[in-house]
């Protein structure tokens, strides 16, 4: 059973930036960062193979966060930079697989953790 833990959220002003972590049993797949405001449904935000160290990030944040693995620590890495209010949601991560190319839709991945706020004001 792979257990997700998720922590660093917290709330910020347009601009600012927070670390987010995964800790947890490293999934030997895909981890994956996922985002979820009031009334809407669950976005990918990043993702990154852990057996390659490939990752990639969503458009509407590419430039501003970063996704990272540290494999002894088991701990995946969202870092967020130039938090804009429109990133205000609940951040989920994820771990699925295996892929050929590991992938951003929320039914492909079948371990969750519990979500931590993420509040941007302007």
């Known amino acids: 059973q792979v257990q997700l833990v998720e922590s660093g959220g917290g709330s910020v002003q347009a601009g600012g930036s927070l670390r987010l972590s995964c800790a947890g049993s490293t999934y030997p797949y895909c981890m994956a960062w996922f985002h979820q405001a009031p009334g809407k449904e669950r976005e990918g935000v990043a993702v990154i193979s852990t057996l390659y160290g490939d990752s990639y990030v969503t458009d509407s944040v590419k430039g501003r966060f970063t996704i990272s693995l540290d494999n002894a620590k088991n701990t995946v890495y969202l870092q967020m930079n130039n938090l804009k209010p429109e990133d205000t949601a609940i951040y989920y991560c994820?771990?699925?697989?295996?892929?050929?190319?590991?992938?951003?839709?929320?039914?492909?991945?079948?371990?969750w953790g519990q979500g931590t706020q993420v509040t941007v004001s302007s």
């Open positions: 994820a771990a699925g697989g295996p892929y050929t190319r590991c992938p951003l839709r929320a039914d492909d991945y079948y371990y």
